[in-house]
C-alpha cells in the first residue's frame, strides 16, 4: 500500500543551523511534491511544491529536493530562527487526474536561541 | 480580504448528535476538502469536491456527509454514527490540482 514516512521524533537545533527533514514515500509515482508548515491549533500553510522533473527548489532560507529514484524529498532551511519552530508536513499528489494529495505526518522542528 | 474561515473554532457535541462545521473561501477556488487530524496521524481526507453539487468519499468518509450547493461553501456534517469524532478538522480549498489553502479549524470535542 501507499506510505508516506516523516520522522515522528522532534527535531531540535541550535540557532543559525541549517534543518534537515525528511520525507520518504512508498508505492507512490508523485508527479509532484508539496511542503507545509502547520503551527500548533492552526491549519497547515503552503511552502513550496517540487515536480518529479526538478532535483531543487529554492524559496529564500528553504531548499526542497526530490529524488525520484530514492522516492525521497529532502526540506532544508538555512539560518534557522527560533520563528522557524512548527511542525512540517509533506504531501503527495495521487497520480490520476483528480485533485487529491496525501499527507504525512509531519516532523516537529523545535529551534533553540 | 481572500481567504477561507471555519466557525466555531470550538464545538461541544453531544451523544446521538449531529453537528455541521462551516467552510466558506472568497478565493473563487474550485475544488474544497475536509480533513481530518488526530495526534501522530497527519491530516486524513474525509470528503472533497471538485466542481458544486459534486463530492466525492476520502479516505475516512463514514459518519460523515457533506453538500456543495455553492462555490464558496462546503459543510461537514458530523453524524451520529462517527463513533469516535473528536478531532481537529480543517477545511481547504485549491484553485487547481496543487496548492491547498486551509482554513483555522475547528476543534469538536464530545461531552
Known amino acids: 500500500s501507499q506510505k508516506i514516512e516523516q520522522n515522528s521524533e522532534a527535531l531540535n537545533i541550535q540557532e543559525g543551523k541549517t534543518a534537515t527533514l525528511t520525507c520518504n514515500y512508498t508505492?507512490?509515482?508523485?508527479?509532484?511534491l508539496q511542503w507545509y508548515r502547520q503551527d500548533p491549533g492552526r491549519g497547515p500553510v503552503f511552502l513550496l511544491l517540487?515536480?518529479?522533473?526538478?532535483k531543487e527548489k529554492r524559496k529564500e532560507r528553504l531548499k526542497v529536493t526530490f529524488d525520484t529514484t530514492l522516492k525521497q524529498s529532502l526540506f532544508h532551511i538555512t539560518a534557522s530562527q527560533p520563528a522557524d519552530s512548527a511542525t512540517y508536513l509533506c504531501?503527495?499528489?495521487?497520480?490520476?487526474?483528480?485533485?487529491?494529495?496525501?499527507f504525512g505526518t509531519g516532523t516537529k522542528l523545535q529551534v533553540i536561541p | 480580504d481572500g481567504g477561507i474561515t471555519q466557525s466555531p473554532k470550538y464545538l461541544f457535541r453531544k451523544e446521538g448528535q449531529n453537528v455541521t462545521l462551516s467552510c466558506e473561501q472568497n478565493?473563487?477556488?474550485?475544488?474544497m476538502y475536509w480533513y481530518r487530524q488526530d495526534p501522530g496521524q497527519g491530516l486524513r481526507l474525509i470528503y472533497y469536491?471538485?466542481?458544486?453539487?459534486?463530492?466525492q468519499k476520502g479516505d475516512i468518509a463514514e459518519g460523515y456527509s457533506v453538500s456543495r450547493e455553492k462555490k464558496e461553501s462546503f459543510p461537514l456534517t458530523v453524524t451520529s454514527a462517527q463513533k469516535n469524532p473528536t478531532a481537529f478538522y480543517l477545511c481547504?480549498?485549491?484553485?487547481?490540482?496543487?496548492?491547498?489553502?486551509f482554513g483555522p479549524g475547528t476543534r469538536l470535542l464530545v461531552l
Open positions: 481547504a480549498s485549491s484553485k487547481g490540482t496543487e496548492t491547498q489553502y
Open positions: 508505492n507512490y509515482s508523485p508527479a509532484y
Open positions: 517540487i515536480r518529479e522533473n526538478e
Open positions: 504531501a503527495l499528489d495521487h497520480s490520476g487526474g483528480y485533485q487529491k494529495v496525501t
Open positions: 478565493l473563487n477556488h474550485d475544488a
Open positions: 469536491s471538485q466542481i458544486v453539487n459534486d463530492f
